[in-house]
């Protein structure tokens, strides 16, 4: 951190190199698109860059960096959402009947989490994508600890309704 803040490219590089899977992991489970998650993952770099110098402690580093891509994916999908209200809905695709289970698993837990709110999907994301703790997703969601657990606890009965009432959430 120390050398990346005096401008050391290779510094830079392996902070990139270290954290760019995981932030950009991150963007894509709150947005559920791959070039919208890319995008916001690239603008948070150019966030990070330039305010590295200010961060005071390394080690809230990695929630600072999540807080910064998680603004640029809430502003991602606000637009989004703006531009469909805008637009005529569209009739939901059918399901290939010849899916593999896991598969379907899959799109039903996406289809579940695009559905919640941003800052509900934005904590599972943290919590079991990115396995933040409860402190952790407080910085990085700039909100505090009860918030979060709020935030969680709903989340996770959406996701359970959505999914069907057997259904756990790992973790709990």
């Known amino acids: 951190m120390a050398a990346a803040r ?28 791959r070039e919208v998650a890319r995008d916001c993952s690239a603008q948070g770099w150019g966030d990070i ?5 200010k961060l005071r402690d390394d080690r809230a580093f990695a929630a600072w960096a999540y807080r910064i ?7 991602a999908i606000g637009r989004k959402q703006q531009r469909r209200s805008h637009e005529a809905p569209l009739e939901d695709a059918p399901e290939p009947a010849t899916e593999a289970e896991m598969v379907l698993e899959r799109v039903a837990i996406e289809r579940a989490m695009a ?13 079991y994508g990115s396995g933040m703790s409860i402190a952790e997703m407080a910085i990085a969601m700039d909100a505090p ?28």
Request: aromatic share 6%.
């Open 6 to 33: 005096t401008g050391d490219r290779r510094a830079w590089s392996k902070l990139y190199r270290q954290w760019q899977p995981r932030l950009l992991a991150h963007a894509w489970m709150l947005t559920s698109d």
């Open 49 to 53: 860059f330039a305010g590295l110098a």
């Open 69 to 75: 891509v998680t603004r640029k994916c809430a502003t």
């Open 115 to 127: 559905k919640l709110p941003g800052e509900q999907r934005a904590a599972i994301a943290l919590a």
């Open 145 to 172: 600890e009860g918030t979060i657990k709020t935030r969680l606890m709903h989340a996770r009965h959406k996701l359970r309704a959505a999914l069907g009432e057997n259904e756990e959430i790992e973790g709990e």
